[in-house]
């Protein structure tokens, strides 16, 4: 069975930096397409990025374009977000998931991990 | 402002028939697959439906999407209280070098 472990989400400060990671288990990880997604308190869903399965075409909203990079380690099957310059705005829960497909323009996501928390205030 | 739009709430009764509708783009919907999404409370988002159509397996048939041009939909039949969550639709969107778009999600109360 798939499944997605995310953490390294805390407190820091405007302008900061933190990284989130991802560990995958129970399929091909080389296979899929994956992607981080967010939700700020009280808010609705908002894609971040994706990358491919290979790791050669990432994709980012323009909300974060420049600061996030995903990147994604095959020796250890991790994904992960870099945040730089962190701004109140980015408060969020973030997900990383699994295309359930593939491909990196299905948006079909399952599973998802259970979430961790950013929380960007001085 | 999303770039799908959904309407903000829905309500029906027990064993009512109720749709959630996804409004789009060419560079979106009328171009790429819909996905839907329920998300309870406190949880991670779930995946009820793929290429517009499609179920997971585990998700009952109660639930059904269709897509038409640049919209989409999702029904839910024969409602039951604990279908009572909140509902995004999601697409990829073409301009911008590819993007993923989310809907605003429609909140569902059970009556």
């Known amino acids: 069975e798939a499944q997605l472990v995310d953490f390294g989400g805390g407190l820091v400060k405007p302008g900061g930096s933190l990284r989130l990671s991802c560990v995958a288990s129970?399929?091909?990880?080389?296979?899929?397409?994956m992607s981080w997604v967010r939700q700020a308190p009280g808010k609705g869903l908002e894609w971040v990025s994706s990358?491919?399965?290979?790791?050669?075409?990432?994709y980012y909203a323009d909300s974060v374009k420049g600061r996030f990079t995903i990147s994604r380690d095959i020796s250890s099957n991790t994904l992960y977000l870099q945040m730089n310059s962190l701004r109140a705005e980015d408060t969020a829960m973030y997900y990383c998931?699994?295309?359930?497909?593939?491909?990196?323009?299905?948006?079909?996501?399952?599973?998802w991990g259970q979430g961790t928390l950013v929380t960007v205030s001085s | 402002q999303s770039v799908l739009t959904q309407p903000p709430s829905a309500s029906g009764t027990p064993g009512q028939r109720i749709t959630i509708s996804c409004s789009g783009s060419?560079?979106?919907?009328?171009?790429?697959?819909v996905s839907w999404y329920q998300q309870l409370p406190g949880t991670a988002p779930k995946l009820l439906i793929y290429?517009?159509?499609q179920r997971p397996s585990g998700v009952p048939d109660r639930f059904s999407g269709s897509k038409s041009g640049t919209s989409a939909s999702l029904a839910i039949s024969g409602l039951q209280s604990e279908d009572e969550a909140d509902y995004y639709c999601?697409?990829?969107?073409?301009?911008?070098?590819?993007?993923?778009?989310f809907g605003g999600g429609t909140k569902l109360t059970v009556l």
């Open positions: 999601a697409s990829w969107d073409d301009s911008l070098n590819g993007r993923g778009v």
């Open positions: 998931a699994k295309d359930f497909l593939g491909s990196v323009d299905h948006l079909g996501f399952d599973p």
């Open positions: 290429s517009n159509v």
């Open positions: 990358i491919k399965n290979r790791g050669d075409d990432t």
């Open positions: 129970g399929f091909t990880f080389t296979s899929y397409a």
């Open positions: 060419s560079s979106n919907i009328g171009t790429n697959t």
